[in-house]
């Protein structure tokens, strides 16, 4: 799908963002991949599958990065083909923009990267959906000069994705005024509904979580204004070799998924 084809489709209708945090394998991936596909198809929702292949701020040394640039963008082009579905995929460096281009739909940069300017003005100079994770450390209405360092390359394919909020140490909390703020910028605005539940270094060498509160998050987002839903789901957290304590079960998404579905339904009637 063209990136401007893409991005009207995502301006008109509510959408969901899910896989897994990391590619752990092939096989993984693309069976979450097609059940991502089927649950939101159900329910009658547009989908974009995510992954990454490598998670580069992982808190410690030991923490599974992922399969690296080539074998990721591999794994993420042939899902693309097989499922029909957009790829999503983080972007941690300028030099390796051009590449990720070839293989995702939309480039999506990190919250703790989200004012790094060389890496944003490269992703948009790509041409492609840029989706700009709000930093921790940011209020909403900081925002507006990161959109206008995208905008600059001439590039309006934008999304904007709240993720939660640093609240004293190792806890995130999402102030529900950042949805109106955010989309008062112009461009769609996504509840990132895992990461928020994240507990940043509870583990010492690993971030913890609580997933329980993930269809509370999504759900109150979506009328707070959200056009879209980021949830990173697998087939079986407790053993994710990343994101496992605030990843979404695999087998709760398509209930939740038709949930989300209706409720966009009444907050848009």
Aim: with cysteine; charged share 25%; proline share 6%.
């Amino acid at each position: 799908m063209q990136a401007e084809t893409l991005y009207e489709q995502l301006n008109a209708a509510p959408f969901v963002i899910a896989g897994p945090c990391v590619l752990e394998s092939y096989a993984l991936a693309e069976d979450t991949a097609f059940a991502v596909s089927e649950a939101a198809k159900n329910a009658g929702l547009f989908a974009i599958f995510k992954s990454s292949y490598d998670k580069a701020n992982r808190s410690s040394i030991h923490g599974f990065r992922g399969p690296g640039l080539a074998r990721g963008l591999e794994y993420l082009a042939r899902i693309r083909e097989k499922t029909g579905l957009p790829v999503i995929t983080d972007v941690h460096e300028a030099n390796e923009v051009p590449e990720v281009a070839e293989a995702a739909d939309i480039l999506q940069i990190p919250a703790f990267l989200s004012r790094q300017t060389s890496l944003l003005l490269a992703a948009a100079d790509s041409g492609k959906i840029v989706n700009v994770k709000k930093g921790q450390f940011l209020s909403p209405w900081d925002m507006k000069p990161l959109l206008e360092k995208l905008q600059s390359s001439g590039n309006r394919k934008i999304l904007l994705t709240e993720r939660g909020s640093c609240f004293g140490y190792n806890n995130l909390v999402v102030d529900m005024r950042a949805f109106p703020v955010m989309r008062s910028l112009g461009v769609p605005v996504i509840m990132d509904a895992t990461h928020a539940v994240q507990l940043p270094g509870r583990q010492g060498d690993s971030s913890g979580g609580d997933r329980r509160y993930v269809p509370a998050l999504a759900k109150a987002a979506i009328a707070a204004g959200a056009d879209g839903v980021f949830m990173e789901c697998h087939p079986d957290p407790d053993k994710a070799l990343c994101d496992g304590p605030n990843s979404l079960d695999l087998k709760d998404l398509p209930d939740l998924l038709k949930d989300m579905a209706l409720l966009w339904k009444v907050c848009r009637a």
